[in-house]
């Protein structure tokens, strides 16, 4: 990493990290699809976890731009932006420009924001930067365990899915654009994304916590399909 993350910005890191806390919980308050300010409050605070324990075994890593790419992370998210994959890096980009942020800052956070995401089963969503691998393991994080069964319902209400249909097997999505066509039911989603994410995190302490969130998600399976046949 570059080290001019601060000093060519007008403004010191804590200012731009505060005032874009402000700005995301302003633009994020009220969401009802999983996608709301605590969403992104929880991705922060995972992904300082994450980046302290990486800093502990010796990686080098700038965690305002952890921070910083945390917060951003769904401004203009493709998902509410009509399909815009760019849409988001380009907001992240001028905000942190119009904050004095230095350019490495602003193209790092914009990097990240822009490869987080995931894009189908047999997509591979590779992040460049130790920064970037964080983030998006604390972002895949909130999309495990008890909140990412909670997030996946409200996200299914707010797209119009069904909850389950045993008559509808789920995809494997090869493609960015299959996967951001689907229409498919809110349990197949976790075959689809949530039960695949476990074995893609980056960090060691990702892979720690993505082990027990996943076998919550398996135990809520098991259980809602039991009582789906009334076998519970
Ligand atoms: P990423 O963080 O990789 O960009 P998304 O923002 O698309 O992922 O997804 C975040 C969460 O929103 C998912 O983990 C899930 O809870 C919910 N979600 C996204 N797409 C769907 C879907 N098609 N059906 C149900 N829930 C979904
Ligand atoms: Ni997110």
Redesign the pocket.
Known sequence: MNADHTTAGKAPDATIVQATETHVRERLSGDST??DWFHTYRVRRLALRIAADEAETGATLDRRVVELAALLH?ID?W?FAGGDETAAPRAAAAWLAAQGAGPDTVSDVAEIVAT???KGAGVPTPMRTAEGAIVQDA??LD?LGAI?IA??FA??GY?G?TLHDPGVPPTSHDSFAAYKA?S?T?IN?FAE??LLLRDRMNTASGRHLAAERHRVMEAFLARFLAEWDGQA
């Open positions: 999983g996608h769904d998210d998902k987080l995401s995931f972002d895949r999309a990412g997030r996946t996200y299914g797209k899915s689907s498919g809110s989603h994304k949530l």
